[in-house]
């Protein structure tokens, strides 16, 4: 009775195992270790030398209502086509499952009282709420998240704890997304 690796469940001959079952244990093993080198070939072909990144700015000053998505100006990297800039100045759609860092930041400015909390966050299944402040710049912060369904849209959203009929002016704001992984495990 073979045994298992603890990360990847590669077989190996057990220590109480006939010897004579060696030869098939061993090329069980060879074969595991073999599909698992080849995984590793697949990202690397597909990963270098460009790692997949989309990147997106506010450069210069716009107004929006508070809550509404930041439409961002300035596209500085895209290595996945992940932006279509012409339709979309808002989004980023990945189209590929795996593990991404989404980054966000903001500086903004407000009409009405001064001390109320602005949030910046990002558009999810369950939005996640990079930051929270009474100061006029919020984040830079990041999302770790999973994608396992695509196409899927992501956007970064900023707006103030009392009212969502408020202007916000967005001075400038970077959002990111970055893939590093296509599972959660290895």
């Not at 929006?64 to 290595?79: K, N, Q, V, W, Y």
Request: charged share 20%; proline share 5%; aromatic share 10%.
């Amino acid at each position: 009775m073979a045994a298992t690796t603890t990360n990847f469940a590669l077989p190996y001959p057990a220590a109480l195992d006939a010897p004579c079952d060696f030869d098939t244990q061993w090329c069980d093993f060879t074969n595991a270790v073999q599909a698992v080198i080849d995984g590793f070939q697949l990202i690397a072909d597909r990963t270098n030398p460009v790692i997949p990144i989309a990147r997106m700015e506010v450069t210069t000053p716009v107004t929006i209502l508070s809550g509404e998505e930041i439409p961002f100006d300035a596209l500085t990297s895209d290595t996945a086509g992940w932006v279509d800039f012409d339709s979309d100045r808002s989004g980023v759609t990945i189209n590929r499952a795996g593990r991404f860092a989404l980054l966000g930041s903001a500086t903004v400015t407000s009409t009405g009282v001064n001390n109320n909390y602005i949030r910046l966050f990002i558009l999810l299944d369950q939005d996640v709420v990079l930051d929270r402040t009474s100061f006029t710049s919020v984040g830079l912060n990041t999302a770790n998240v999973v994608v396992t369904t695509v196409p899927v849209r992501r956007s970064l959203k900023v707006s103030r704890d009392d009212s969502s009929n408020l202007t916000l002016t967005v001075q400038k704001a970077t959002f990111s997304v970055f893939w590093f992984a296509d599972r959660a495990t290895p």
